[in-house]
């Protein structure tokens, strides 16, 4: 059965590019807008990974993951982060608040399914 992740971010075309790459790589996607549309979704929904932005309208990434690791359905999912941070202190905050990896925008799809495949085994 095909891995079901959850991609979280506010740029429609972002969303397309990651899900177009990992649906071409037989994963199954769903797609929320931000970090609060991901909570709501996560929240009745089992995934087996999340992919998320940092920089988000009404919920930020961090706060995402928060919200993933408060949870109780998708507590224990790897998340990476996917956004146009770079500095060692916002990663720094992803890994406290519980993010599994991190890749930085601009990404290359091959790049995007090599941590896929590292992070869900």
């Known amino acids: ?16 590019m990651v899900s177009f790459t990992l649906k071409q790589n037989g994963y199954e996607v769903v797609e929320a807008v931000d970090g609060q549309d991901a909570l709501t979704k996560l929240g009745s929904q089992k995934v087996d990974m999340l992919i998320t932005d940092l920089n988000m309208p009404n919920l930020d990434g961090i706060g995402l993951i ?8 998708n507590k224990f999912i790897p998340i990476v982060m996917l956004t146009t941070e770079s500095q060692d202190s916002r990663k720094q905050e992803g890994k ?8 930085v925008k601009p990404f290359k799809p091959e790049q995007l399914i090599a941590v896929v495949k590292k992070v869900l085994g």
Do not use: E, F, P
């Not at 406290?96 to 890749?103: D, E, K, M, N, Q």
């Open 96 to 103: 406290a608040a519980g993010a599994t990896g991190w890749i």
């Open 66 to 73: 928060k919200g993933v690791r408060s949870g109780s359905l």
């Open 1 to 16: 059965m095909a891995k079901l992740i959850m991609t979280a971010d506010d740029s429609a075309s972002v969303r397309q």
